[in-house]
């Protein structure tokens, strides 16, 4: 591992000015990809600044909204009696990663920001235009069964890990921040994240030193009848193959609206418009729900190895919306 300053801070103001002024630094909260990363080699900044004494930590409701401090963990937000009763499909998705240990320390500003899990990635020694942009992608000519087949470019197919962002995608969130020159946004869910084209190593629309405050997500008749359905290698500890992130407004037998999110099968949290206007005003079947996955990956590309995700996901989605509808 490289040396490195640890920058311990009591502000974010001065937080944020801590890192806006060294090129080379990066906020620290858990930690739990950012050192991974460290050790690696993948990423070495030359200095850590500590946010975990500054950021609110908090779960609150104001004016109708939940929102949710950036400091927030896993495990806290996960267990929280507003997300569980209002948002099930985000307590599900949370508790679907990682495990219990690292649930306990990763935040949630930490876990929108988590980096892929591509093996070319994470190999210094192989080509990766996410790591170095413009040095070519290993994984377009080698093995890419864990691969994205939704939201691709000639440049990276790095699938995004998380599966609390699936879940925040189809939620609306909106990401809230702060800039270096004291400036504060309100960032579409669906607009933080960015897909790859020809950048891939510009992940999220976040300047240096913009750091995200925390959360806000608008409770709903949709986000109260949620579910998170992850499909994955082995039942713990493991990435998703394909995952969904369903909501159902169903007035008799006919879906009045829909919120659909995809996971492990896109460069970037996956929301699907298409699978939503194929199941809104249409009645609850099966044959609604395989037509609205078929939409959904109406515009995959597959590559040799991972072409079964375009079924699975499939799949992974009709059965997430046949769980959900037994449940309600």
């Given at each position: ?7 311990e801070s009591q502000t974010v103001e001065g937080a944020i000015h801590a890192v806006a002024a060294d090129p080379q630094a990066v906020f620290f909260a858990g930690g739990t990809t950012l050192v991974d990363l460290m050790k690696l080699d993948v990423m070495t900044p030359g200095a850590l600044v500590d946010v975990n004494r500054t950021l609110p930590n908090a779960i609150v409701e104001s004016g109708g909204t939940i929102q949710i401090g950036a400091n927030v963990r896993n495990s806290d937000l996960a267990e929280h009696g507003l997300i569980r009763e209002r948002f099930p499909v985000l307590s599900e ?236």
């Amino acid at each position: 591992m490289h040396p490195f300053q640890f920058v311990e801070s009591q502000t974010v103001e001065g937080a944020i000015h801590a890192v806006a002024a060294d090129p080379q630094a990066v906020f620290f909260a858990g930690g739990t990809t950012l050192v991974d990363l460290m050790k690696l080699d993948v990423m070495t900044p030359g200095a850590l600044v500590d946010v975990n004494r500054t950021l609110p930590n908090a779960i609150v409701e104001s004016g109708g909204t939940i929102q949710i401090g950036a400091n927030v963990r896993n495990s806290d937000l996960a267990e929280h009696g507003l997300i569980r009763e209002r948002f099930p499909v985000l307590s599900e998705a949370v508790l679907a990663g990682a495990s219990a240990q690292l649930r306990n320390m990763a935040s949630t500003g930490g876990n929108i920001l988590q980096r892929t899990r591509c093996p070319y990635f994470r190999e210094v020694h192989a080509a990766c235009n996410k790591r170095v942009c413009g040095s070519g992608c290993d994984a377009m000519k080698g093995f890419h069964r864990s691969h994205a087949v939704l939201g691709t470019s000639e440049c990276c197919i790095a699938t995004h890990p998380s599966d609390m962002c699936v879940a925040l995608a189809m939620l609306d969130a909106v990401v809230s921040t702060q800039k270096a020159n004291g400036d504060t946004r309100r960032i579409p869910f669906n607009e933080f994240h960015l897909l790859p084209g020809e950048t891939p190593d510009r992940e999220t629309v976040l300047e240096h030193g913009e750091i995200i405050l925390g959360i806000e997500i608008e409770p709903s008749r949709l986000s109260r009848q949620s579910h998170y359905l992850k499909v994955r290698d082995r039942a713990s500890y493991e990435f998703a193959l394909a995952s969904a992130a369903v909501a159902l407004d169903v007035d008799g037998d006919t879906i009045r609206a829909a919120r659909i999110g995809l996971g492990g099968v896109a460069t970037k949290p996956w929301r699907s418009p298409e699978a939503e206007a194929a199941l809104t005003g249409k009645p609850v079947a099966k044959d609604t729900f395989r037509a609205a996955a078929e939409a959904a990956f109406a515009a995959a590309k597959p590559r040799r190895d991972n072409a079964f995700k375009i079924e699975l996901g499939k799949r992974t989605l009709v059965r997430a919306l046949e769980e959900l509808w037994q449940r309600h």
